[in-house]
């Protein structure tokens, strides 16, 4: 079983930067890809950006151009996916969550999330 550790959350100004980190534990070898997520209150949680093991990334449009999602060089296994955001908006200010998906698309692991608090 695969487990997930985010950090790296705090609190920055509006148009700082911040990086966020994943340490992916446990089953990794059963990892497919790895997404940040992000839920702001009375909102549904959403992608923000996911990599797969094959290298594919794909961000949602709200965070193209400022958020870079990238991974450790570890071949043929998930060890520390990082989300490096910049330009960052108070609209940014939520929970971020990463996940990790199995080779079938199933869910296999949430992290407990970290908070980014975003001031205008």
């Known amino acids: 079983q695969a487990q997930l550790v985010e950090s790296g959350g705090g609190l920055v100004q509006a148009g700082g930067s911040r990086r966020l980190s994943c340490a992916a534990s446990?089953?990794?070898?059963?990892?497919?890809?790895i997404g940040w997520y992000r839920q702001a209150p009375g909102k549904e949680r959403e992608l923000v950006a996911a990599?797969?093991?094959?290298?594919?990334?794909?961000?949602?449009d709200s965070v193209k151009g400022r958020f870079t999602i990238s991974r450790d060089n570890a071949p043929n296994i998930f060890t520390t996916v990082y989300l490096e955001m910049t330009g960052l908006k108070p609209e940014d200010t939520t929970v971020y969550y990463c996940?990790?998906?199995?080779?079938?698309?199933?869910?296999?692991?949430w992290g407990q999330g970290t908070q980014v608090t975003v001031s205008s």
């Open positions: 996940r990790a998906l199995g080779y079938r698309g199933a869910s296999l692991a």
């Open positions: 446990g089953s990794t070898g059963s990892i497919d890809a």
């Open positions: 990599i797969s093991s094959g290298g594919n990334i794909n961000y949602a």
